[in-house]
């Protein structure tokens, strides 16, 4: 019985800038019934101004690729940071190759949870994304999410924060429903038995255990095993 959804947001939760049609009913039924519904997205924290923007909210949020697991209110319940002098070496790292478009700058960051850069094409991302790998790949963990290069700290990422969460609710892997559409989010869908939206990358389906319609959609399906289960 699924007791934990854990969604990624951009492109499988809000998908051309509307959120799921179901998030006020299907999810909002699961949640009622005892289930957690919670983000787990690469932004970082200004998505807290993301959700009120868009009038959603969850019982717990898993930013920075699940790096930092908060609750609602903004208390923090485990967290992992780069050091900085590796984040510094992977700003000299980007800034020596020319067609990085942006990076983050070590003596502008307040926090180290995440490293980024981005380039104008996935592919170059995904290139870009194999050189970190082989040069701090002992160090950090590399993920691609679009155009854009996300890095954590080693043994970090969206399974990881998954599971931080469930240890936190006293929960089991089997209870968690993870869902996601890109490259970032293959290491939780796989680990821990996930789906992938309709829309998400060739590459994402190809590896996904399960294939759903929506977020709201499975969440449905969820509540009715309950119920069948529980009359």
Known sequence: MKKLIATDFDGTFIRGGVIDPGYHTDIRAFREAGGLFGFVTGRGTDFFDT???????ADYLLLYNGALLALPDGTVVKESLIPRETYAALEAFFASIPDTCEYAH?????????????????????EVAAEVERSFGDRVTVLVNGHHINIVKKGCGKARGVRDALEYFGLQEEEAAVFGDDFNDLDMITALDGWAVKSARPEVLAKAPHVCESVAAQAKIFLSERTRRDP
Do not use: I, K, L, P
């Open 51 to 57: 959700m009120r923007e868009y009038g959603v909210t």
């Open 106 to 126: 070590a003596g502008e960051a307040a926090f180290y949870h995440q490293y980024f850069a981005w380039y104008d094409t996935v592919g170059r991302s995904v």
